[in-house]
Each structure stands twice: as structure tokens, then as C-alpha cells.
């Protein structure tokens, strides 16, 4: 069972390699029970740029997980994985949470170094449900299809079908997402609250509280 505190988090998403951040809120990191980065920590870097976030981060609060975005080379992937901080396609408990992440995107119209189709998405979220079969707190960088959190400029709903489906099957108490930067909000699935705290390069952020199976959110802005 989730503690009976509350318990807070810190959601960052979507740096590409801002550094400085970390530092502008660095309160609110070191106050925090948990800070979660939920993906693109560098701008098509690899591990010196993901070093160098992660780092700035932990020298103020030691308590990180993180799951690598679509700009996110290989290199990203094998330093989080090798700090033990990486839940990207997998799952560790901290602070009596249950902390399962999947970590890339879906295709974009661009080459990305980290993305998968819907079915290399469906087969991963099977592989993870393997290892965690009832997570708390879900960090996804592709946000689900057909929610507040997943639109374009355009009006066009670019989500993931898969990731909706394993937040609707987990239950999850909150699922952070992030990459689609212009779709700030939150939103519910099931009984999941979902965040998209938009891109922390332009100063975005968000504080969660978590009492019992109960999220409260703040979306937090920097640049007003």
C-alpha cells in the first residue's frame, strides 16, 4: 500500500539539455520526495549531455528516476540504466510507491533516435507488466491518444493507442508524460490522473501530491 503521507514529486519533462533549470527551481528539487524526469533530457545528446543534467539534479536531491525521450540518443538510455535511475521498460519501488516508466515515442515526422510503433509499444507495456503488475506512479514520455494531453497545432490527436491501454489495465494513481509540448494539462484515465507539465526549456514544470490513491497537480510556469 501507498504511504500514508503525502508525498510529493517533482515533474520535469521535456529539458533538451536545459541545465540551468535545475537550477532556477532548486527549492522545490531539494524539498521533494521524488523528482521524476519524463524524458527528452538532451537535445539529440547522449551520455556527457545526459550526465550533465542528471548530475545537476542529484547533487541537489539524490532521489531521481528517469525514462529516456525520442531525442534522446543511446548513450541516454545506458546512463540512466547504469546510475539506477532508468524505468524505462521497467519498475522499482521507492519511498513504498511502485514506479513503472517506458521511455521513446512514436514516430515523428523526422528521424528520432529513440521512437517505436504501436506495436513494439504494445509488446514493450507486456514486458513491463511482466515485471510490475500493479505500478503507482507511471512515467511515460509518449502521452496517450484522445486526451487533453496529446494534441498538435493542428487539432490532430498524435498519442499512443498502446499507452492508453496500459494506463486503463494498470490503474495507476498518476501517469507522467510529457513530449508534446504545445498540450500542457492534466487529464484522466480511469482512475489515473495523467500530466503533461509541458517543456521545462521553456520554463515548465509540475508539482504533484500524492495522498493515499489521490493526486493534486500544479502546473508550474517559470516564464509568467
Known amino acids: 500500500m501507498p504511504p500514508n503521507k503525502t508525498y510529493r514529486i517533482i515533474h520535469i519533462s521535456d529539458l533538451h539539455g536545459n541545465v540551468k533549470f535545475i537550477a532556477s527551481i532548486a527549492g522545490q528539487i531539494k524539498s521533494a520526495d521524488l523528482v521524476a524526469l519524463s524524458g527528452d533530457l538532451t537535445n539529440?545528446?547522449?551520455?556527457?549531455?545526459?550526465?550533465?543534467?542528471?548530475?545537476?539534479?542529484?547533487?541537489?536531491?539524490?532521489?531521481?528516476?528517469?525514462?529516456?525521450?525520442?531525442?534522446?540518443?543511446?548513450?541516454?538510455?545506458?546512463?540512466?540504466?547504469?546510475?539506477?535511475?532508468?524505468?524505462?521498460?521497467?519498475?522499482?519501488?521507492?519511498?513504498?510507491?511502485?514506479?513503472?516508466?517506458?521511455?521513446?515515442?512514436?514516430?515523428?515526422?523526422?528521424?528520432?533516435?529513440c521512437v517505436y510503433t504501436e506495436e513494439q509499444f504494445t509488446d514493450r507495456f507486456h514486458e513491463l507488466s511482466v515485471k510490475c503488475t500493479s505500478p503507482d506512479i507511471l512515467v511515460i514520455h509518449q502521452p496517450p491518444v484522445d486526451s487533453n494531453l496529446d494534441k498538435v497545432n493542428s487539432g490532430a490527436h498524435v498519442g499512443s493507442r498502446a499507452v492508453r491501454s496500459y494506463i486503463e489495465a494498470s490503474e495507476a494513481i498518476i501517469c507522467l508524460t510529457g513530449h508534446i509540448h504545445e498540450s500542457v494539462g492534466v487529464d484522466t484515465i480511469g482512475d489515473t490522473t495523467v500530466v503533461n507539465p509541458g517543456p521545462a526549456r521553456h520554463g515548465r514544470y509540475a508539482l504533484i501530491e500524492i495522498q493515499g490513491r489521490s493526486a493534486a497537480v500544479s502546473l508550474k510556469n517559470l516564464e509568467k
Open 44 to 113: 539529440f545528446g547522449g551520455k556527457r549531455q545526459a550526465a550533465g543534467i542528471v548530475d545537476a539534479v542529484r547533487e541537489i536531491n539524490p532521489r531521481v528516476i528517469a525514462v529516456p525521450g525520442n531525442c534522446d540518443r543511446d548513450g541516454v538510455s545506458r546512463y540512466i540504466e547504469e546510475t539506477g535511475i532508468s524505468v524505462d521498460c521497467k519498475a522499482l519501488e521507492i519511498g513504498g510507491y511502485r514506479i513503472a516508466g517506458m521511455g521513446g515515442s512514436l514516430p515523428a515526422p523526422v528521424p528520432m533516435p
